[in-house]
């Protein structure tokens, strides 16, 4: 299917020379920098002795302050807003993994910049004037309905703002509607799949052609079961609230890593110990410092999203750096008898058992000493009525699977199919219970 999509460029910025593209970030950057002195006292206080012209190059990124989302909790409200307040646009939040709001303001230009690059992933990964979108992501204060539905529109297509939730009515507008993409959380994706299968409604009834998958991670094998699925082809795209919301970063077609749409974004990939850049290809953190944003511009923002990037070529002739899928955020990872384990390891590793259903939750407990990792895993309908030894033979087979892709030996426990809970948004599968570190 992705071979059908031509290669239309939504914005000429994605193909920018590279050179070309570093003297656009140079200049933006130092004009960021004097702009967020000017109007935000955080920065003004963090970036006291540095000026814009201080920057010679795009390595003096380096002598910069980072931005945490403890410094964002610590202005709440209205703390980062460097714009009038009759000037805003629109106000965005997010509450992130702990709980604690915090607010992303919009001025109108913003706007038009967060539209526009959300159209290039869009178009990037199939979407063309005069198709009709289900977005099935939440509207409100999180960024995915919204961003998706202006750059939908942007670019020609129309939008069915279904939002999340209520899977049965998913499915009516999936079947009735007959819209040509599809737009939610992998994760709520896998669960439409499911409901689409035990309709026994056949693939070729929906029509449904495309996938712009995002907000959560997810794994290549999860891709495979939901193009399946949903009989679409299916791209990953990255954002996060702080920055812009969905548009930082999208897939083309050739699907080898996500553009970053660069002359919004600076994007580096540090250590996050060291927080020094790593060598291209090795994993680090993403730090992003917005080059364009008014309402609320971030310096060296620290995503906490473990990713690498490549400078490679790609075929389809954008420059944007491309970042790998994200594994998971560095506050996710979980170090289970001293080994760092991603629940996105966990899903890859249920995927490649085909009597798995890729439905799982991961309870850790220390009920002694040592870290116990359990997880529950869903069997199949099929399965349910299988002998004790087939299920025995099955447990093993998780288990070395996990094994394999993670390293560490985990308790598996069968549970019965539809058992475990549905997500519509993003996802949370593991629950922590060991004692907390003082
Ligand atoms: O999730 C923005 C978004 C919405 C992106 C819809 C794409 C589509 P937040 O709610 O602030 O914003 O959450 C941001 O979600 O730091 C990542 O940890 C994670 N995340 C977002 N997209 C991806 C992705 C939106 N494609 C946080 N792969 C980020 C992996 C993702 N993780």
């Given at each position: 299917m992705g071979h059908d999509i031509d290669d239309q460029i939504f914005d000429q910025n994605e193909t920018l020379p590279r050179k070309e593209l570093g003297k656009l970030q140079l200049e933006r950057l130092r004009k960021i920098v004097d702009y967020a002195k000017e109007r935000v006292p955080f920065f003004r206080e963090k970036l006291a002795g540095i000026d814009g012209d201080d920057l010679k190059s795009l390595d003096d990124l380096r002598k910069l302050p980072f931005t945490t989302k403890q410094d964002l909790r610590d202005g709440y409200p209205y703390g980062f807003l460097a714009i009038?307040?009759?000037?805003?646009?629109?106000?965005?939040?997010?509450?992130?993994?702990?709980?604690?709001?915090?607010?992303?303001?919009?001025?109108?230009?913003?706007?038009?910049?967060?539209?526009?690059?959300?159209?290039?992933?869009?178009?990037?990964?199939?979407?063309?004037?005069?198709?009709?979108?289900?977005?099935?992501?939440?509207?409100g204060l999180f960024t995915g309905g919204f961003g998706l539905h202006y750059g939908i529109e942007n670019v020609g297509g129309a939008v069915v703002p279904a939002a999340s939730g209520n899977t049965e009515r998913q499915?009516?507008?999936?079947?009735?509607?007959?819209?040509?993409?599809?737009?939610?959380?992998?994760?709520?994706?896998?669960?439409?799949?499911?409901?689409?299968?035990?309709?026994?409604?056949?693939?070729?009834?929906?029509?449904?052609?495309?996938?712009?998958?995002?907000?959560?991670?997810?794994?290549?094998?999860?891709?495979?079961?939901?193009?399946?699925?949903?009989?679409?082809?299916?791209?990953?795209?990255?954002?996060?609230?702080?920055?812009?919301?969905?548009?930082a970063a999208g897939e083309c077609k050739y699907r080898k890593g996500q553009h970053f749409s660069e002359d919004h974004f600076l994007v580096e990939c540090l250590d996050p110990e060291t927080l020094e850049p790593v060598p291209e290809g090795q994993k680090g953190e993403l730090v992003i410092t917005t080059l364009t944003k008014e309402g609320m511009p971030v310096i060296r923002y620290r995503t906490r999203d473990i990713s690498s990037l490549s400078y490679e070529p790609c075929p389809c002739g954008r420059t944007g750096v491309r970042m790998t899928r994200v594994t998971g955020r560095s506050d996710d990872m979980l170090v289970i008898r001293g080994v760092n384990v991603y629940p996105t390891q966990i899903e890859e590793a249920l995927l490649r058992v085909r009597e798995a259903a890729p439905h799982y939750m991961i309870d850790v407990d220390r009920p002694g000493t040592l870290d116990v990792a359990t997880v529950r895993?869903?069997?199949?309908?099929?399965?349910?009525?299988?002998?004790?030894?087939?299920?025995?033979?099955?447990?093993?087979?998780?288990?070395?699977?996990?094994?394999?892709?993670?390293?560490?030996?985990?308790?598996?426990?069968?549970?019965?199919?539809?058992?475990?809970?549905?997500?519509?948004?993003?996802?949370k599968r593991v629950t922590d219970r060991r004692p907390k570190a003082e």
């Open positions: 009038p307040k009759n000037e805003i646009a629109r106000i965005h939040g997010s509450s992130g993994t702990t709980g604690k709001l915090t607010f992303v303001p919009y001025s109108h230009n913003d706007m038009r910049n967060w539209t526009n690059v959300v159209s290039r992933f869009l178009v990037a990964g199939g979407l063309r004037p005069g198709h009709l979108v289900q977005i099935s992501f939440g509207y499915l009516s507008i999936l079947r009735d509607l007959k819209p040509d993409a599809i737009v939610c959380t992998p994760s709520y994706a896998l669960t439409i799949g499911e409901a689409i299968k035990a309709h026994n409604i056949p693939r070729e009834e929906l029509g449904l052609k495309y996938g712009f998958f995002g907000g959560e991670p997810w794994t290549d094998e999860m891709r495979t079961r939901i193009e399946d699925d949903l009989g679409i082809f299916a791209t990953d795209n990255y954002g996060l609230s702080e920055v812009i919301g969905p548009g895993v869903e069997i199949l309908p099929e399965m349910f009525s299988a002998s004790m030894r087939d299920m025995v033979g099955l447990r093993d087979k998780i288990s070395a699977a996990i094994n394999s892709v993670t390293g560490i030996r985990m308790e598996i426990e069968l549970v019965a199919p539809k058992t475990l809970e549905r997500f519509q948004g993003k996802a």
